[in-house]
């Protein structure tokens, strides 16, 4: 082979390779440095929830350091609402009741998740349905739900606390706006409103926390639209947008501003983020965006993004970022710990640190200065 051709060949190789690690993180953290690093972190200004769940069995591991960290400093555990079984839930209790003993300044809490609207009723019925499987999804909600006070209840005289429920967390992508069909929007709204009657029922002092109630950005005209699974007439405590894209931070910026904007128009105060940590939607060739669930981005983003939700002096500077006093709670998608995200520990200690204002990143293999 020509020595010029080897040369062209070799300076390929390496712009390659340059561009395979550019604006990502290669650098993986053993199981034994996750541990070491969550035990030093300190715990968060405001509560975070992983929807739904931790990953693996972690939160069946009786007196597991990870877990009482995760709970110590999120100040919650999220459980599946449709799927928790009693000793889970056991555990959950004992773990935050554990943390509570140590009278932290945020009580450590149970959240909830739920899908709900495509458990019982047939997938394939548009929401104007209401025969025998609309009523059985409402009442399985229901069922589900008062289990779980049920065994919250016992979980806590066994350990004489008084551990809450605090988040009921519902993410429904089955029913979809349809713009000027005033009879199925109305039937949409009808739908969702009478899960969330249902959840305040039977927990009136939990937050409930709908997914993707808000502003997202899109391949329209404008490139931002209202998020379709909602009217903007159901019951909204809150609003929410996903903050799927951490590594475009202006994006995500312009995302939580223009929710708020909403959320101001609708009388609404709070606005909740979801955050992906370690994934979230990439710019496509053939499409606008897709999903990675396995993306670890360059790491000062998780800092940056902790830092701005969670300290007050960012959220006061709305221009500048954005209005993220707003968020009162905040909920990590996809879930803590789980093994389609790999280098998800990793991006939540940077998070972390840079929520409580730790500026240090080498043994997290930042390179920057």
């Not at 082979?1 to 300076?11: F, G, L, N």
């Not at 999220?78 to 000793?87: A, D, I, L, P």
């Not at 409402?138 to 004489?160: D, G, H, M, P, V």
Request: proline share 5%; hydrophobic share 35%.
């Amino acid at each position: 082979m020509p020595k010029r051709t080897r040369a062209i060949i070799a300076v390929v190789v390496v712009i390659f390779m340059c561009g395979q690690c550019y604006g990502s993180d290669t650098m993986r953290l053993s199981e034994a440095e996750i541990d070491a690093k969550l035990f030093e972190l300190k715990p968060l200004p405001k509560v975070h929830y992983s929807f739904t769940g931790l990953g693996g069995n972690l939160m069946d591991m009786r007196n597991s350091r990870r877990l009482y960290d995760y709970a110590r400093i999120t100040h919650s555990l999220t459980v599946s609402g449709e799927w928790v079984k009693q000793k889970r839930l056991d555990n959950c209790v004992y773990t935050c009741a554990r943390i509570n003993k140590t009278n932290p300044k945020i009580p450590a809490s149970i959240g909830a998740g739920f899908y709900p609207w495509i458990r019982k009723m047939d997938k394939s019925l548009p929401p104007t349905y209401r025969g025998p499987g609309y009523y059985e999804e409402i009442s399985y909600f229901s069922e589900r739900l008062k289990l779980i006070k049920k065994w919250l209840a016992e979980s806590n005289k066994k350990y004489n606390s008084n551990v809450k429920l605090s988040a009921i967390l519902l993410d429904t992508e089955h029913f979809t706006e349809h713009k000027g069909d005033n009879e199925w929007n109305e039937a949409v709204r009808e739908a969702l409103d009478a899960i969330h009657i249902q959840a305040k029922s039977i927990f009136p002092n939990a937050r409930i926390e709908w997914y993707g109630r808000g502003i997202g950005a899109g391949a329209g005209s404008t490139g931002w639209g209202k998020t379709p699974w909602w009217t903007g007439k159901e019951i909204k405590p809150s609003l929410s947008c996903s903050l799927y894209s951490v590594f475009e931070i202006e994006r995500t910026r312009e995302t939580f501003r223009r929710t708020c904007k909403l959320a101001d128009q609708m009388g609404v105060s709070d606005v909740t983020p979801w955050v992906a940590l370690a994934s979230g939607y990439r710019r496509g060739l053939k499409k606008f965006n897709y999903f990675d669930r396995d993306y670890s981005y360059d790491i000062i983003y998780s800092y940056m993004i902790g830092a701005e939700l969670n300290i007050r002096w960012y959220g006061d500077r709305t221009e500048r970022f954005a209005p993220y006093n707003r968020a009162k709670v905040v909920v990590f998608y996809p879930p803590a710990f789980n093994d389609r995200t790999p280098d998800w520990a990793k991006h939540f200690i940077a998070y972390v640190r840079g929520a409580t204002g730790v500026q240090d990143l080498k043994d997290l293999g930042y390179e920057g200065k």
